[in-house]
């Protein structure tokens, strides 16, 4: 296993955590008792079939809703709402129409009081946006807006990030930059990270574990340690053998 | 027999301007602005008025004065969008001067002349920018003070249970009231005529903000929030820095709406007990049958509000600039 740089990461614990929601009427099960340990500074990748309860999980860590029943721990102190140091990525950009992209990146700054132009600059120049800080969000392409949020969530050094899906939109080669990118920033600041997605190669590019998920009511299928020194290869034999692994835990065995 | 003949002209004269993109008309049409109003004023010097009117030299300068600088800004090449309006406008102004102050087309004293009008600005301009300013006093208090509070309510109907819990009912009865209505009371009620008129004025262009920033804060996607909250943003925060400004370009409708709603009330209060301002002058200038004074009121008047207006847009603009596309006013 991989040893990033101590204290800059978040432990956190989810023990019997189950959620659901009432849609139309009826209560619809979405969490069903997933317990799951995650050391600091460890990169965790989320994967499952669309609508089994990713994005609920992400909220239940985030603190942005309470879970129905189980207990959720970061460094070993209950969650009981959302904390600047648990930054959540949402599925979808949701940046703020009107601010530019300069102002929505920095607008946990805004929110802390705390303005640091370097900071801005630095995590824009990240993801490739300099030249875009005065555009406004609905003169982006989906995938700048995406990077944009991307940066939004890096700003300010959180403990844990939470990422839904954070590379979805993009084209097949900025996605790799993109890729090199986070890995080298969470090797860097040694963050904690639990990242959804449905790309089983960006998992095994990325992750430290990867924890497969079920249809929902969404329980934990299997949790594999991806015990592989990066600078992976996407044809080394032994990636392979894991994405053909988990691929028949998601049961796409003979798609391979 | 003479429909076909338009028809066929017409189809001639598309035919022309199409063949010829660059053609006649853009190029012409600036220059046919200042000899419209040159006839105008060659027609009010030379034909002899109908009868004994004020001014009409001062006019013909004024025509021809007007004409020559839209010659000079034909030259300069200034006029190109706004020349068919300059064109209809000398024109409108040398016909009307034809039918009322030659011809005497309309019965007199209610139809004026042209020189009547320009007479009233000549005799009476100050009393007439005394009532603007006034009518602009008044208004400006009462459209402020209502639509700022009318915006606070909003917000705490979008963003607090307890204030909806009792705020609402209370708009519901008073809200949908025409002002108006609330005026006789008011002037009874209220010992200052001014006072009554500004807490009409804040009432009316208070309930459309109000209704329209609760509106614009409930429309707010719930993710915006979210963002905000798992960044560690407080209540204060999300109320002011994210419900309000995605709440904006529905406050502004409703700041409109009360725009228009002040007018009214301003022009009903300043002739019914406020005994000053734009609606006071109207009311005075039909005891004495003044009908020039009359005309000369509703012309500063109606620049008034769509100077106003026009004002307001700007500010939206300014603020809304994030918008993809906005009504232009
Ligand atoms: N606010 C909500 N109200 C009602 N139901 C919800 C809500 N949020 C999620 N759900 C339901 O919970 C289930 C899981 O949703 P979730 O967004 O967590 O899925 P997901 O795993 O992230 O899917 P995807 O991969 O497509 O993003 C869905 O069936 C959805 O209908
Ligand atoms: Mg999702």
Redesign the interface.
């Known amino acids: 296993m991989v040893t990033p740089s101590p204290g800059n990461g978040l432990a956190l614990s989810l023990s019997g955590i189950r959620h659901g929601y009432t849609i139309g009427g009826d209560f619809t099960a979405v969490v069903s008792g997933v317990t799951l340990n995650v050391a600091a500074g460890e990169f965790v990748a989320l994967l499952g079939p669309s609508g089994c309860g990713k994005s609920t999980l992400l ?1 239940l860590v ?3 809703e309470p879970p129905h029943d189980g207990e959720i721990l970061a460094d070993g102190l209950p969650v009981h ?4 140091d ?3 990525m ?1 599925q ?1 950009p ?1 940046l ?5 992209v300069r102002q929505n990146v920095a ?2 700054q ?3 009081g705390k303005r640091d132009n370097a900071a801005i600059d630095q995590v824009l120049s990240l993801v490739g946006l300099n030249g875009f800080e005065r555009a ?3 003169q982006l392409s989906g995938g700048m807006a995406q990077r944009a949020a991307l940066a ?1 969530a890096l700003i ?1 050094r959180p403990k844990l990030l939470l990422l839904d899906e954070p590379l979805g939109k993009l084209d097949a080669l900025t996605r790799l930059t993109m890729q090199t990118e986070l890995h080298r920033l969470w090797k860097e600041r040694g963050f904690t990270a639990i990242m959804v997605t449905h790309d089983v190669e960006e998992a095994l590019f990325l992750a430290t574990r990867i924890v497969t998920l079920s249809t929902r009511p969404a329980r934990i299928l299997s949790d594999i340690q991806v015990d592989l020194p990066f600078h992976r290869h996407r044809d080394d034999p032994q990636v392979l053998q894991l994405r053909r692994d988990i691929l028949t835990q998601l049961g796409h065995r003979d798609d391979w | 027999m003479s429909g076909t003949d338009m028809a066929f002209s017409g189809q001639a004269i598309t035919g022309t301007a199409s063949a010829s993109p660059a053609g006649l008309r853009p190029v012409l049409l600036p220059w046919l602005a200042g000899p419209a109003w040159l006839a105008a004023a060659l027609v009010t010097h030379y034909w002899p008025d109908a009868d004994d009117f004020p001014d009409t030299n001062l006019l013909a300068i004024l025509f021809g004065v007007v004409g020559i600088a839209l010659l000079i800004g034909a030259a300069l090449r200034l006029l190109t969008v706004r020349a068919p309006w300059l064109i209809v406008l000398g024109l409108g102004l040398g016909a009307w001067e034809i039918a009322q102050a030659k011809l005497i087309a309309l019965p007199r004293p209610f139809f004026g002349t042209p020189q009547d009008l320009l007479d009233v600005f000549i005799t009476d301009w100050h009393r007439l920018g005394l009532s603007l300013l006034h009518s602009l006093g008044l208004l400006a208090v009462g459209y402020a003070a209502g639509s700022l509070s009318g915006i606070a309510v909003g917000i705490g109907l979008g963003r607090s249970k307890r204030f909806r819990y009792w705020t609402h009912p209370i708009l519901r009865a008073i809200g949908p009231l025409p002002p108006v209505a609330l005026l006789p009371l008011a002037f009874v009620l209220i010992p200052s005529s001014w006072l009554a008129g500004e807490a009409l004025m804040a009432l009316a262009s208070g309930f459309p903000a109000a209704i329209l920033t609760w509106s614009g804060i409930a429309a707010v996607d719930p993710a915006y929030y979210d963002v905000a909250r798992t960044m560690g943003a407080r209540e204060r925060f999300l109320t002011f820095r994210v419900a309000l400004p995605a709440a904006m370009p529905q406050i502004f409708v409703g700041l409109f709406m009360g725009l228009g709603a002040s007018f009214a009330m301003l022009i009903v209060a300043e002739m019914l007990g406020v005994k000053a301002g734009l609606g006071f002058y109207m009311q005075w200038a039909q005891g004495w049958a003044a009908y020039p004074n009359m005309y000369a009121a509703l012309f500063v008047m109606s620049a008034m509000c769509t100077g106003l207006i026009t004002l307001l847009f700007r500010v939206r603009d300014r603020i809304l600039v994030w918008q993809k596309d906005g009504l232009k006013w």
Not at chain 1, 81 to 84: N, V
Not at chain 1, 96 to 100: K, S
């Open positions: 909220r985030a603190g942005l709402g959302p904390d600047p648990r930054i959540l949402f979808d949701t703020y129409p009107w601010r530019n607008l946990s805004d929110i802390s406004w969000p609905h939004r300010n």
